[in-house]
């Protein structure tokens, strides 16, 4: 990574030189929610390609942020964060909750990838609060102009660590369909707004399954900074 340097004795400046570079903290928030393969950073990421993000793993392993392990049995690479990176979530939990309590909701949810908060939507089911039997969530996004993918379905199998994400319809019958649009769902995620509230003011509609309905705020678990006093609303 050749930049200029800051020039000045300040701490905080040598951190902003090891961090400041685009995707560093995403790739080190991701690996912290536990991604550890390639494409599962990639997914979870966002709009990142694929040769930036093997250059800035390779960079942030070089800087000691990222250990890369080889399975030689396998030939599979997984990532994982080192001591020097772990000690930097008191000061990346600092940043979230300025943001939520500090940055307008408008301009926090504005421009999330769908396909991205999607995955994010994927990691957030609690499977334990679902039927213990196969159901198929499908989400449409009805935003202007409309994402290149307004549909997504979840599928959730019995015995399955996670539910399947598809951009393309599964051919599996519905459960639950869920119209929103990126604001509203990243809204509901991130404590900004709740499910009822978007239902109210027509940024959620729910048809379909009455039990998986009336049960969404428990299957769909909110982000961890959700709960923090002073965030602001979604107007």
């Known amino acids: ?6 020039g000045l004795l300040c701490p905080i ?11 560093t903290i ?8 536990g991604s550890t393969r390639f494409n599962d950073i990639r997914k979870g990421v966002g709009n990142i390609s694929s040769a930036l993000l093997s250059r800035r793993l390779k960079e942030m392993e070089a800087l000691g942020l990222v250990e890369r392990i080889e399975d030689e049995a396998s030939g599979t690479i997984a990532y994982f964060r080192t001591e ?38 994927r990691r ?20 202007h102009p409309p994402p290149k993918y307004p549909h997504y379905w979840l ?25 929103t ?5 990243g809204a509901i995620l991130e404590g900004r707004s709740s499910i009822e509230r978007e239902k109210e003011r027509g940024g959620l509609f729910l048809s379909g399954d009455p039990g998986l309905a009336r ?21």
């Open 1 to 6: 990574m050749s930049r200029r340097p800051y």
């Open 13 to 23: 400046s040598r951190a902003c030189e090891f961090l400041e570079p685009r995707w």
């Open 26 to 33: 995403q790739i080190l928030t991701e690996l912290w929610n």
């Open 84 to 121: 020097k990176s772990i000690k930097l979530e008191p000061a990346m939990n600092a940043l979230a909750e300025w943001a939520q309590c500090n940055i307008e909701a408008e301009v926090a949810l504005a421009d999330v990838d769908v396909s991205t908060l999607m995955w994010l939507v």
């Open 124 to 143: 957030k089911i609690d499977l334990a609060e679902l039927p213990r039997r196969r159901a198929v969530i499908r989400f449409h996004f009805r935003d």
């Open 155 to 179: 599928v959730v199998e019995p015995g399955a660590n996670v539910p399947e994400l598809c951009s393309a319809d599964p051919r599996r019958d519905v459960d639950l369909y869920v119209e």
């Open 181 to 185: 649009g990126v604001v509203s769902l």
């Open 215 to 235: 049960s969404m705020d428990r299957w769909l678990r909110t982000s961890v900074y959700a709960a923090l006093k002073g965030i602001v609303p979604l107007s």
